[in-house]
């Protein structure tokens, strides 16, 4: 099983809060990942991250903003949440020295409704 | 067009069957190409790999042809358990990116 973590796991919220997503992997990976899901559709990529300090955008345009400041720890931030913003939120991982380094281990998810 | 396209499913086949299925991508650059699983309501998790010789793993065999630009998945001796949505994944040069197929629904039946 993958050690990879992701608080809240359901989170409901009214328009306007500001809220954040933790994510936190205890494989000593260096990428991470953020993945948006709606269901029955695509994972779609919206930041990722090749190191401390180092984030960018994904294919996704999204109105979060995320930050890494230790390895181990990527949290996502929505600054003013709406209803469009709900969504499923993946956070993954990649390459650690024990496997391929493509390979990414998913968290369980952050299912957001913002009403 | 999509750069990642799939079957769309769904698939429902008794348990025994053997089931295929097909992906193409469209960006002729990409060079590494995965199979993972999703079940309902829960994270993707990593099939197998797909190699341009093939690679199989127990009763689940991946292709790849790299000059029709597609992919295959296929199980035999279908399970229960095999019952999943099944997502092609590619990642476009060395940027670590994986692009998602929009997966295709398995349902295996008693």
């Known amino acids: 099983e993958a050690d990879i973590y992701q608080t809240p796991r359901y989170l409901v919220i009214g328009t306007g809060k500001k809220i954040t997503l933790e994510c936190s992997q205890t494989m000593g990976h260096d990428k991470m990942y953020w993945y948006q899901q709606d269901p029955g559709m695509e994972l779609h990529l919206i930041h990722y991250s090749y190191g401390v300090n180092s984030t960018e955008k994904g294919d996704l345009s999204s109105e979060s903003t995320v930050s890494r400041i230790r390895t181990e720890h990527f949290p996502l931030t929505l600054e003013s949440a709406r209803p469009s913003h709900t969504s499923q939120y993946l956070c993954?991982?990649?390459?650690?020295?024990?496997?391929?380094?493509?390979?990414?281990?998913f968290g369980p998810g952050t299912r957001l409704l913002v009403l | 067009r999509k750069e990642v396209e799939q079957d769309p499913g769904p698939f429902n086949v008794p348990e025994g069957a053997t089931v295929a299925f097909n992906c193409t991508y469209s960006n002729s650059a990409s060079q590494s190409f995965f199979w993972y699983r999703q079940d309902c309501r829960k994270e993707p998790k990593l099939l197998m790999s797909?190699?341009?010789s093939g690679n199989e793993d127990g009763r689940f065999t991946a292709q790849l042809n790299r000059a029709s630009q597609y992919i295959s998945l296929l199980i035999r001796d279908s399970k229960l358990s095999d019952s999943a949505t099944y997502l092609c994944?590619?990642?476009?040069?060395?940027?670590?990116?994986?692009?998602f197929g929009k997966g295709t629904l398995l349902t295996v039946n008693p």
């Open positions: 797909v190699y341009s």
């Open positions: 994944v590619v990642i476009r040069g060395s940027n670590y990116k994986l692009t």
């Open positions: 993954a991982s990649s390459g650690g020295e024990d496997t391929h380094p493509e390979t990414q281990y």
